[in-house]
């Protein structure tokens, strides 16, 4: 059956690899991001017809509202989330600024609690499903990512106690939490050296992390659960 689908974070990374995955399986995308033309441009790429591509910033809860409204108007109930905006700022914690630290925990963590907010309200009376998009560094820390690591961690415990208050209505909320994918996010990085920490040798592609966020949407019995998608860089960290 062909849902409407919402993914914040859509128009490159790991967020268009799961709207292109979404839209192959017959499900309508709208999908986000502060870049109007990088949005429709994504959304005009994807297989199908009617998919659409809006502005919004996360991080503010006006345009959040103002997004819902149109996707409402415009296209109807969602029955699926996927927060995938993100942004990372990484510096040692003495070294980071306070307006970096904001920047980070209001879109990675209040941006996500904002959508959810208004998506779940999408969702009483069908039900629905949310995935958030965490990190292994949510789940394990890393010196020089305090401020992004927390970010994560606090998605972590806002996906259990959100699936905890929204069960009851049939909706569910789970988290992939990604170790190091192929993305605009870690092309500054040396891979060379990353890759001699993560177990199966090689960086991850942003459908592989789709791939996982797909079996979480479409899994009718699971709900609170973190599924990491690294490697089994977790295994060494
Ligand atoms: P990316 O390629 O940099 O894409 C980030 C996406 O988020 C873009 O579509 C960007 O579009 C959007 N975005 C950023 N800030 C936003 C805001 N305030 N409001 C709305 N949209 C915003 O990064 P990615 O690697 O795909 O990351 C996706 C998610 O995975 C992030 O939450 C990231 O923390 C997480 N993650 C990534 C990795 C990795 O190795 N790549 C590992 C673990 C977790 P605009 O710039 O146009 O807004």
Known sequence: MSRLAVVFGGSRGIGRAVSQLLAQRGHRIVLLSRNKEGAQATAQSLPGENHLGLSCDVSKEEEVQKA???INKTCGTVAFLVNAAGINRDALLLRSKSEDMLSVLHTNLLGSMLTCKAAVRNMLSHGGAVVNIGSVVGVKGN???????ASKAGLE?????LAKEVASRN???NLVAPGLIHTDMTAGLEEAAAVRTIPLGRFGEPA???QAVLFLLESPYITGQILLVDGGLQLLM
């Open 143 to 149: 010196a020089g990512q305090c401020v992004y690591s």
């Open 157 to 161: 415990g806002f996906t259990r106690s």
């Open 171 to 173: 909706i569910r909320v």
């Open 68 to 70: 819902f409204e149109t």
């Open 208 to 210: 592989e992390v789709a």
